[in-house]
């Protein structure tokens, strides 16, 4: 018969071997971008035009410009500009504290969702059943609306503005 030893070394050797087995699934697993509106599946996928940052996302659901910008406040007014540039200040407010629309810097969410950067990225692509449309140029097939950089610069941006309470999960 096996020793102890020989047991709890066979268990550790096949429980490393789980997790190295494991570890690669999940970070391999896709990105699955699901409506706000109703949960069907967010047509976007990656195209030539998109940055490094943008195909990242699409793989990950991780934004990666979020701790970029917390950690570099200059850099974070891109994703400001951006925000004007493609009129969120009209439902929003100057600032994203709310206007027509809601504000979009507190810990009030609309969507439990938002709580993510994955979450708010899918209200802001595809819309919601509250009164947003969908922004994302492949979701509405309209080439002049906003890519998928642009609306991770603004998401990046909106987190460093962030005036409610608790946790920031998307700094993790």
């Known amino acids: 018969m096996f020793g102890n030893k020989a047991v709890k070394a066979t268990l550790v050797a096949s429980f490393l071997t789980f997790v ?5 699934l999940q970070a391999s697993a896709a990105c699955n971008l699901v409506s706000t509106k109703d949960g069907s599946p967010l047509p976007i996928k990656a195209v030539d035009s998109d940055t490094p940052q943008a195909k990242e996302f699409l793989e990950t659901c991780i934004n990666p410009y979020t701790k970029m910008y917390a950690a570099d406040p200059a850099a974070a007014k891109a994703g400001k500009k951006k925000f004007g540039y493609y009129s969120c200040t009209q439902c929003h407010g100057a600032n994203g504290g709310g206007q027509v629309g809601p504000s979009i810097l507190d810990d009030r969410w609309q969507y439990s ?42 998401i990046g941006w909106l987190r460093t503005e962030y005036k409610g309470g608790g946790d920031k999960p998307w700094l993790k």
Not at 20 to 24: E, K, S, T
């Open 20 to 24: 190295g087995l494991a570890l690669p």
């Open 113 to 154: 969702k938002h709580v993510t950067d994955k979450g708010l990225f899918e209200t802001i692509a595809g819309g919601s059943n509250g009164g947003m449309f969908a922004w994302h140029q492949q979701v509405a097939g309209n080439p002049e609306l906003v890519p998928t950089d642009d609306i991770l610069k603004i």
